[in-house]
């Protein structure tokens, strides 16, 4: 029997992927021409239209996509018997992907990989900052080894290590006539004075949930792309936001006039590692969250 090769496989999930010929050569770093003709031959070795070049774009067939997603846990394997392979020497060395979402990557891996790379000079760490969902969707793609996030958040199919909790604190400026932190209470906010990220950002859902605000009016209708965006707003006294402790302890806050109080003791989100269910690297993940507990602070 004769079986296609790692190349094949790679231009096809790229080509999958990407649905252009030319987009698809180009992330392989191949001519045009040659990728093509590599598609041909993948097609005539299994013997079936994997592609429909009937029309100006490209369309995978029915059983292309099937074909692809197998061919996507093939190349998947290959990488994990390489780095299994690997780990006999050092359990975290070689190359690793890891997504990180954009409320915890600035504030928290500046403390951890200096530490890291000193205890694991041979670890290449690759980072992809992104929201949560599109991270775990690239995780069960198989485009990332794990992914760092807040939680609570809806997974399947995949491994959480929950690592510590992240506090949320309330954060007014100093002067501020909307609210008194001394006397704070939730239910006594004003209407449309809480600040938060827009839809799509997880810390929106757990600033909501976690620090209890259950009048939706209290909310207001503009939203911010991102935390820089949002410490602007409140410094401006535009309202109040909730910031995790992580950022509240950064430079995040500095040159302005925001101050940050506690809350209740139940006003946290969750930072935790996932990978996904079955990973032969399963321990390693596991000494990474390990030392990402250990080094945070």
């Excluded at 000193?118 to 793609?141: F, G, I, N, S, V």
């Amino acid at each position: 029997m004769n079986l296609p090769t790692v190349k094949q496989l790679r231009y096809f999930v790229a080509l999958e992927k990407r649905g252009h010929f030319g987009r698809a050569a180009e992330a392989c770093f191949v001519s045009q021409s040659a990728f093509s003709v590599a598609i041909r031959d993948f097609e005539r070795l299994l013997d079936v239209q994997l592609v429909d070049r009937s029309n100006k774009r490209v369309t995978i067939t029915a059983t292309g996509r099937e074909v692809a997603a197998r061919a996507r846990d093939c190349l998947h394997g290959m990488e994990e018997l390489v780095r299994l392979a690997q780990s006999n020497r050092d359990p975290l060395s070689g190359r690793l992907r890891l997504g990180v979402i954009p409320t915890i990557a600035p504030f928290l891996l500046p403390r951890v990989l200096p530490d890291l790379r000193e205890e694991w000079p041979e670890l290449q760490l690759y980072l992809h900052e992104d929201l949560t969902q599109r991270l775990y969707d690239k995780l069960m793609a198989g485009d990332l080894d794990l992914i760092l996030i807040a939680l609570p958040y809806s997974l399947r199919n995949v491994v959480v290590m929950p690592l510590f909790d992240d506090p949320f604190r309330l954060a007014v400026r100093e002067d501020s006539q909307l609210v008194d932190p001394r006397h704070y209470c939730v239910d006594d906010l004003p209407q449309e004075s809480v600040l938060l990220l827009e839809d799509g950002h997880c810390l929106r859902d757990h600033a909501l949930s976690a620090c209890h605000i259950r009048k939706p009016e209290q909310v207001s209708g503009f939203a911010a792309s991102s935390l820089l965006t949002l410490v602007e707003m409140v410094d401006a006294d535009l309202g109040i936001t909730y910031l995790p402790q992580m950022a509240a302890d950064s430079p995040l806050l500095k040159s302005t006039r925001i101050k940050t109080w506690p809350l209740a003791e139940d006003s946290v989100r969750q930072i935790g590692l996932v990978w996904r269910h079955g990973s032969a690297f399963g321990d390693a993940f596991q000494l990474l969250g390990e030392f990402i507990r250990e080094h945070r602070a």
